[in-house]
């Protein structure tokens, strides 16, 4: 049987250079190989004077395709948003958070998850 309650935390950050969606978007967050990841926080930053507009996507591994988790989803200037709000996101192995913005270089975006391992994936 599969232990999921022991788990590492993982966190990164980027700044968001990409304005084209799908396999163009930049990766913030790959779930590894034999692997379960919840997402806890989805955090982004318009560090602009202006506001911007930010795209969200979720890569699912199992059908190859691309969802939208935000779309054309406007940040105030020097204002940020949590995607997921108070919920969270579970991804399994080869799911990845891509996102694209209006503007490069004026969104910052952060990823906190819980990677547990699972060599069923």
Request: proline share 2%; glycine share 4%; net charge negative.
């Amino acid at each position: 049987m599969v232990e999921l309650a022991t788990y590492k935390t993982a966190t990164e950050a980027k700044t968001i250079a990409s304005t084209t969606a799908d396999a163009a978007a930049d990766v913030l967050y790959t779930c590894p190989a034999k692997h379960s990841a919840t997402i806890d926080l989805l955090f982004l930053n318009n560090n602009n004077s202006g506001a911007k507009k930010i795209f969200v996507q979720f890569y699912h591994q199992d059908d190859g395709e691309y969802h939208y988790l935000v779309k054309d989803h406007s940040i105030d200037s020097n204002s940020s948003f949590n995607v997921l709000g108070s919920s969270v996101m579970h991804l399994h192995a080869g799911d990845k958070i891509v996102l694209y913005a209006q503007t490069t270089n004026t969104i910052e975006a952060t990823i906190s998850v819980r990677e547990r391992y699972n060599p069923n994936r």
